[in-house]
């Protein structure tokens, strides 16, 4: 299994970004994917998660600004952040999830969030 994160860049508080991460290998319409961000000096935390069913979870940081949605068609996973700000900065990863939302799968490639106020 593959994880190809991309999409990220540098914007200002209140911009938006697309992030993308395309997911290989026969997995994808089975199984919960999910959005996490780590910080220098701090633990990966969870983002935004999605089941193959649709069911969504946020973390309650950007509940209402970001959006996971996923297209089994393409085996990709996306994750839509809204009205930016500062503490979104952060190297996004994206992951298989278990069902508590914990990491699956090694961890492949992020791609860099700078957001600046």
């Known amino acids: 299994v593959q994880l190809q994160a991309s999409g990220g860049g540098m914007v200002q508080a209140g911009g938006s970004l697309r992030l993308s991460c395309v997911i290989s290998g026969n997995i994808f319409r089975l199984n919960a994917l999910a959005w996490y961000r780590q910080v220098p000096g701090k633990q990966r935390e969870l983002v935004a998660g999605i089941r193959s069913d649709g069911r969504t979870n946020y973390a309650d940081s950007v509940k209402g600004r970001f959006t996971i949605s996923r297209e089994n068609a393409k085996n990709t996973v996306y994750l839509q952040m809204n009205s930016l700000k500062p503490e979104d900065t952060g190297n996004y990863y994206c992951?298989?999830?278990?069902?508590?939302?914990?990491?699956?799968?090694?961890w492949g490639q992020g791609t860099q969030v700078t957001v600046s106020s």
């Open positions: 992951n298989e999830a278990e069902n508590s939302w914990s990491p699956k799968r090694s």
